[in-house]
C-alpha cells in the first residue's frame, strides 16, 4: 500500500507539471519531425562554376538523374576561379577541352563527403556527354566514309586501277578506341584524403563547448536561486546588471579553462585538421562559451528545478545541433539556421580550421556571438528584476 501510495503521488506531480507533459508528448514528436526534415526533407543544390565546356556537358549535369542532388551551372572567368570557391559562390569549376580529353576539376574540399560526391557527379556527367559526342562523331564518320566509298566508286568506273589499293571496307568504327579523359582535380580547401571526422570535427567542438558551458552555467546559477544566495544578493542595493555580470565574469573562468581544453584535445590530442591560427579557434569557442553561458543562465531563471532545467536541452540545444550546419541545410531550414548562435560558431570554426582564413572572414560571425550574449544578458536583467519585484 505505501509503495502504491508514492507512484500515485509521483504520478499526480507529473500530471500536475505541465512542461513534464509537453517534454514527454511534445518534445519527441518535434525533434524527430526536424531531423526528418532537416536531412531527407530536401534536395541537395550545388552550383558548379564553367570555365569552358561543349554545351552538352552542361546540359547533361543540369538535367542530373539524381533526385537527391541538382546542379545548376554559371559561367566563371579563369581568373576569378579561385576566388569564386573561396567567397562560396560554387562548390566547383570545370575547365575542359572541347573533346574532353582534358579536365579541370577545382573544388572546396572543406567537406570531403560533398566534394566527393560532386566529383563524382560530374565525371559521370563528363563520361556520359563524351559518349553522346563520340557516338555522333562515329556516325558522322560513317556518313561520311559512305558519301567516300560512292565517290571512289564512280572514280573506279573511269580510273579502274586507282581503287586497287584502297580497303575502305576494312574499317571498323564500331570498334574504334578513342582517348581516355585525364581528369585533374585541385583541392582550393581540405583535401582528397581528408577523414570523414575532419568534416565534422570543427562544428563538433563549438557544439561541445556550447553544451557542457550551458549545463555549467545553468545548474550552477540554478543552485544560487534554490540555495537562496540569489535571492539574498537581491535583497541588497546591488544592481541587477552587476548581479548578472559578476556571474558571467565569475563562471567565465571555468568555461574558459574547459574551452581551452577541449580545443587543445580536439586539435592537437585527435589530430584534426587545423590549417588556421589556433588563437582564432579559441576565440571563437571563447565567445561561443560566453553566450552559452548567458543562456545557461537565463534559462536556469525558468526553472523550478534541475530535471525542469534539463527539459530544455532537446527543445533549445537538440535543434541547434541539426540547424547550425552540422549538416547540409537547404531552403527554409538554412534561414531558419541563421537565427540561432552555433550557426555562426560552425560557419567561423569552418573557416579558421578548414579553410585557413583570418579574422576578416570570421568578424561578422563573432559580432553575431556578441549579439546574441548581449541580447541574452539583457532578457536576464529583465527576469531578474520580475523575481526583484516579486
Not at 546540359?59 to 569564386?84: F, G, L, R
Not at 560526391?117 to 559521370?124: A, D, G, N, Y
Not at 587545423?274 to 534559462?299: C, E, H, K, P, R
Amino acid at each position: 500500500m505505501r509503495i502504491k501510495a508514492l507512484t500515485v503521488r509521483i504520478l499526480k506531480q507529473l500530471l500536475n507539471d505541465k512542461r513534464t507533459i509537453a517534454l514527454i508528448v511534445v518534445a519527441p514528436i518535434v525533434v524527430l519531425s526536424l531531423v526528418y526534415y532537416v536531412l531527407c526533407g530536401n534536395s541537395t543544390e550545388y552550383t558548379v562554376g564553367v570555365v569552358n565546356a561543349p554545351k552538352n556537358f552542361i546540359e547533361e549535369i543540369e538535367n542530373t538523374d539524381d533526385e537527391d542532388n541538382t546542379i545548376k551551372t554559371k559561367y566563371v572567368a579563369q581568373k576569378d576561379v579561385e576566388n569564386k570557391i573561396k567567397k562560396g559562390e560554387t562548390i566547383a569549376i570545370v575547365d575542359m577541352d572541347d573533346d574532353f580529353k582534358n579536365v579541370k576539376i577545382y573544388i572546396d574540399g572543406t567537406d570531403n563527403t560533398e566534394a566527393k560526391k560532386v566529383i563524382s557527379l560530374i565525371k559521370s556527367a563528363i563520361i556520359s556527354s563524351s559518349m553522346d559526342n563520340s557516338k555522333e562523331n562515329i556516325e558522322n564518320m560513317k556518313e561520311n566514309l559512305s558519301e567516300l566509298k560512292d565517290s571512289v566508286k564512280d572514280l573506279s568506273k573511269l580510273y579502274p586501277n586507282m581503287s586497287s589499293n584502297l580497303n575502305l571496307d576494312d574499317i571498323d568504327l564500331d570498334n574504334m578506341e578513342f582517348t581516355e579523359t585525364n581528369f585533374d582535380t585541385d583541392y582550393i580547401y581540405g583535401d582528397e584524403d581528408q577523414s570523414t571526422f575532419d568534416n565534422y570535427a570543427a562544428p563538433l567542438v563549438g557544439i561541445i563547448v556550447f553544451f557542457f558551458v550551458y549545463l555549467l552555467s545553468g545548474i550552477n546559477f540554478l543552485t544560487e536561486r534554490t540555495s537562496g544566495t540569489l535571492e539574498k544578493l537581491l535583497s541588497t542595493p546591488i544592481k541587477r546588471s552587476e548581479i548578472i555580470i559578476g556571474y558571467v565574469l565569475g563562471f567565465s573562468i571555468l568555461a574558459l579553462v574547459q574551452t581551452i581544453l577541449i580545443t587543445l584535445f580536439v586539435v592537437y590530442g585527435l589530430g584534426v585538421t587545423q590549417v588556421g591560427n589556433i588563437g582564432y579557434v579559441l576565440i571563437v569557442n571563447l565567445l561561443t562559451s560566453i553566450t552559452a553561458l548567458i543562456l545557461g543562465m537565463l534559462l536556469s531563471t525558468l526553472a523550478n528545478g534541475e530535471f525542469q532545467f534539463v527539459q530544455f536541452i532537446p527543445i533549445i540545444i537538440l535543434p541547434q545541433v541539426f540547424l547550425c550546419g552540422l549538416f547540409k541545410l537547404t531552403g527554409v531550414w538554412e534561414i531558419i539556421g541563421r537565427f540561432i548562435p552555433l550557426h555562426y560558431t560552425t560557419e567561423a570554426l569552418r573557416e579558421v580550421m578548414l579553410r585557413g582564413n583570418g579574422i576578416s572572414y570570421i568578424a561578422g560571425d563573432l559580432l553575431v556571438l556578441v549579439g546574441f550574449s548581449a541580447l541574452f544578458m539583457i532578457l536576464n536583467i529583465k527576469l531578474l528584476k520580475k523575481q526583484r519585484d516579486v
